[in-house]
């Protein structure tokens, strides 16, 4: 039932939109502003309530001419701020529900969303408390039997018992002291009502509390407007409580409950007023459901990557804004196209949108809306136009690490496996490194051989530098158990998100980096062809040869193309010669490819000239050139 009526109201919002977008923009589109428009519309009855309090006279017997002087007085000003007051108020009535009805609609109410939403209920009920309390201080037969019904409404409670109806029943009843209270009441029921606005949108990320201007200027001529060819007059006369009110106009966004006081038994009304808001504070449960797994998604933002999580339920444009990400959004609500990225790995609710926005062809192509794009499992998506540093993705920290165990991967390379204290992880992007730190003060930067999904220990591939400070006491006297501080992560060294076909070219232990970055493609299901070529002067250099074999075997995309440089003496039948050049005799033309390349800085610098003049484009190469601390040996070139 309830979902039957979410689908039908979302149509209609969906078509209404439409036609809104078509006359005033999507930016410009009031239903994309309506919270930020309840704002700006309190502010308009604060501004005008705050000019109007102060020509009212809070005595009883003066309220009534106060108010008509101020009508009809002063060069008509009073009576256009009594008018816009009247109807910015209404205003705001208006935009509430159908703020509410819109969000019922999208079912934006469950999950997270809860507090926003019982929130949004109790400012209901502030806001008409607020309204109700402005019609009785004009003191008019409109103020009389809002006064009389009110407290013959709320003496039905328990505790009151008519003692407060008897304040408005008789001619003399009603005290100067009575009347001021409710003046009182009038300016702090706002105030709370402010209170709690800013309350409920704590937990909307960059929740917009202004309109753009066009839609405030409209606003603002529409309420003139009305003012001028429908000015608001007090109703009847004076109030005079000899006389029972027979006729009165009744402002509907705020007194349509009323006519049912006298229609109805008061219990009934309070049952109906109870069992009304009850209804809409218990909307984000349900339908009744069975509690499912409340998981935590992992979302990857590239360029950078950025590392974030969304909860059950939040948008990928929640998600991003939580964490604090400048991600590009304008109306979110579906309508424009300014927050559009690409989805690179995993599957997301696309959600409702305007089709004029997410088209069929952009669809196939991947695109998704991120304000209305929910991601059902681990996401990697793309934006355009965003610049998130990887430096800056993880805070670069100091730690800890304790050595948890060595392993010779070769007779001049240590596998170095690090833990962090309490079973702390480490994250990092597939293609980082860390840094050393050294007694002296000295630094030693190494990459992670690791894929950031496994991350309970920290590989380190270490290469022996004769003379090397460092490596040597790596080899020599480090054992399992020594500590060893170090900061991190750092470096730009990471995949891309693209279709393009990939080039790995890595020397010695560049293949550290490569392993990392080609075992997170693998986990996310990255489907881009690639091709490693691995460069080392021995066959016995190809430490990973066996997990490079591996690769090659278990992925089909995956190529493994090892070169050594000098086979004098070995039984090798494979490539031979520099890296670089194997791979230039393979693609004759590298446009429409990207290459990664980790090793010396000779390395970089013969080779990376060498494949811009054979076709590859600058933005699609991506270079970590390492230097060594000691005498530079060949390692492949």
Known sequence: MIAALQRLLRWCFMQVEAVFNRAFGDRLNPLYHLGAIVFFLFWVVAATGVYLYAFFDTAVAGAYASVEALTHGQRYVGGIMRSVHRYASDGMVLA???HLLRYFAFDRLRGFRWFAWVTGVALIWFVFISGINGYMLPWDRLAQFVSVATFEWLDWLPGFGGSLIRNVIYPGSVSDRFFSLLAFIHIGAPLLTLLLMWVHIQRVPKASTQPPRPIALGLVATLLALALLHPVWSQGGPADLASAVTTVALDWFYLGLYPLIYALPLAQVWVLAFVLTLLLAALPWLPLRRAGERRVLRLEIHPGPRRITAQPGETLLEAGLRAGLALPYECRNGGCQVCVCTVLQGDVDLGDYQPAALTEAMR???????????????VSIEVEGVSIDPEQAVPVRRYQGVVASMQALSDDVMQVMLALPGGERMEFSAGQYLNILLEDGQQRAYSFANAPYDNALIELQIKLIPGGLFSTRVFTTMKAGDTLPFEGPFGRF????GHQPILLVATSTGFAPIKSIVEDAFHRGIQRPMRLYWG??????????DLAQRWQREHADFTFVPVLSRPEGQDWTGRTGHVDSTMLADFADLSGYEVYVCGSVQLVADAVPAFLAQGLSENACFIDAFTVSGPIADSGR
Do not use: H, I, Q
């Open 96 to 98: 509430m529900m159908v």
């Open 536 to 545: 080392v002067r021995k066959r016995s250099d190809l430490y990973a040869f």
């Open 364 to 378: 196939a192509n991947g695109k998704a809306l991120m304000c209305c794009a929910t991601p059902l499992g681990e």
């Open 494 to 497: 990471t995949l891309r998100p």
